[in-house]
């Protein structure tokens, strides 16, 4: 561990070094992306209204929606090019703080939590979001005209998007539970039929009530909690043998 002892301000200080970093990064990529803000609306409404019937289209209900709706997008992409700086950030002011193998262990554990929160979110765009919108626009009563209001779409589809980059993060808890001590990956392995309930559960929730959508997330996430059961095996050690380590790291 880094012998090196700092006051309390000194960590103040430090914090907000790193956070103001963050934040003229995270203004410089909004900055960049601004100019795209409607290209950027448009590639997210793709998916619904590629499914919309002929001569439907979104509509702006408030007169303020139609150029603060794709600034508020343009700022949750920023946000996620900017993740990885903001995480290395993180990393780098929690990091001499560490032992050595616990270094060696969180600094995959968080590249592997961002690029899967990443793949959980294009698993919902490109899979998940065109059966979902096909079936919400087959599915509207006779008469009913399916016209989106484009702010209202917006917070159900970062909503949806969150809930995927979450949900796609099994691995990443397994492999700690694991790690840590709580549970062990034979204990979780007896367990494979509490879990194959807990993933269909999850999908109907996060997903519409047809069963195409819902096995689209529940099989994934299974597979990920496979995933995360042989990274347990290979990764966790006995709680006694981490001690041991951490003892020769001082």
């Known amino acids: 561990m880094n012998e090196t002892?700092?006051?309390l301000i000194e960590h103040l200080t430090e914090i907000r070094r790193r956070l103001i970093h963050a934040m003229i990064v995270l203004g410089l990529a909004f900055g960049v992306l601004f100019y795209f803000a409607n290209y950027l609306y448009q590639f997210l409404a793709d998916p619904l209204l590629s499914v919309l019937p002929a001569g439907n289209q979104?509509?702006?209900t408030q007169v303020a929606t139609p150029f603060t709706t794709p600034l508020?997008?343009?700022?949750?992409?920023?946000?996620?090019v900017t993740l990885p700086y903001l995480l290395y950030q993180i990393w780098a002011f929690i990091a001499p703080a560490l032992f050595r193998h616990e270094k060696q262990r969180i600094l995959p554990l968080i590249i592997l939590?961002?690029?899967?929160?990443?793949?959980?979110?294009?698993?919902a765009y490109f899979l998940v979001f065109p059966v979902m919108?096909?079936?919400f626009t087959?599915?509207?009563p006779v008469g009913v005209q399916v016209s989106t209001d484009i702010?209202?779409?917006?917070?159900f589809v970062l909503g949806m998007l969150f809930s995927f980059g979450a949900s796609f993060q099994v691995p990443v808890?397994?492999?700690?539970?694991?790690?840590?001590?709580?549970?062990?990956p034979e204990s979780l392995a007896q367990k494979r039929s509490y879990m194959v309930v807990t993933a269909f559960t999850v999908g109907m929730i996060l997903t519409p009530p047809d069963i195409l959508s819902q096995t689209l997330l529940s099989i994934p996430l299974y597979l990920l909690f496979e995933l995360g059961l042989i990274m347990g095996r290979i990764y966790s050690k006995p709680v006694n043998t981490a001690l041991v380590e951490a003892s020769n790291d001082v």
Do not use: N, P, R
């Open 138 to 140: 087959e599915t509207a």
């Open 173 to 184: 808890a397994v492999w700690v539970l694991c790690w840590i001590g709580v549970t062990t």
């Open 151 to 155: 702010s209202f779409y917006l917070d």
């Open 133 to 135: 919108f096909k079936f």
């Open 72 to 80: 508020k997008l343009t700022l949750f992409v920023s946000f996620l």
């Open 113 to 123: 939590s961002c690029a899967l929160f990443y793949i959980g979110m294009a698993f």
């Open 5 to 7: 002892h700092y006051t």
């Open 58 to 60: 979104m509509i702006a």
